[in-house]
């Protein structure tokens, strides 16, 4: 079961920050440790490195209990780059982006696409614009498989997929 759990890096919707620094939030439950050049390009590919920049004391900068001192969309990106630098074989983000704009989401996924290519993404969310750039989309209601495909072959044989995408861009593709 432990070989299991170390395939897989996992960031929910709903992060946690915990007291301490940036780097101490990022390096949490490893054994080794991490060069800050790691840290960095973590944080690059989480579409966090120019916000950190900012900070006063960079890596070190101080991270009160749960975050509170950063937004929700900077807590999710520093937990994406948590489990970016895992390097685990899957890395599923269950509505991790739900925070993100719509392009920093967009540039946070494809730099995990190209600089991760040995790694299965498994994206969990509501958002059709999310799922866009999947190979593969599973539509599911309560449970239940509806529809399976590529958000062209969605936009073609699944109505719901269709309705759902419309009403979230307001026109149809």
Do not use: C
Not at 5 to 10: G, K, L
Not at 140 to 158: D, V
């Amino acid at each position: 079961m432990e070989q299991w759990r170390s395939w897989i890096a996992y960031v929910p919707q709903k992060v946690e920050l915990f007291k301490g620094t940036i780097r101490s939030n990022l390096t949490l439950g490893f054994n080794q440790e991490l060069s800050d050049q790691q840290l960095w390009q973590a944080l690059e590919i989480a579409q966090t490195k120019d916000f950190v920049s900012e900070k006063e004391g960079l890596l070190d900068a101080q991270v009160e209990a749960g975050g509170r001192n950063f937004s929700g969309g900077q807590k999710q990106r520093l937990s994406i780059a948590r489990a970016v630098l895992r390097q685990a074989p899957f890395l599923i983000l269950d509505d991790a982006t739900s925070a993100l704009d719509t392009i920093t989401e967009s540039k946070l996924l494809k730099a995990i696409r190209e600089n991760l290519p040995n790694t299965s993404l498994i994206l969990i969310s509501q958002r059709t614009s999310t799922l866009q750039m999947a190979d593969q989309i599973l539509l599911l209601e309560k449970g239940e498989l509806l529809a399976i495909g590529n958000h062209e072959e969605l936009m073609k044989s699944s109505q719901v997929y269709h309705e759902i995408n419309a009403s979230q861009h307001g026109k149809e593709d």
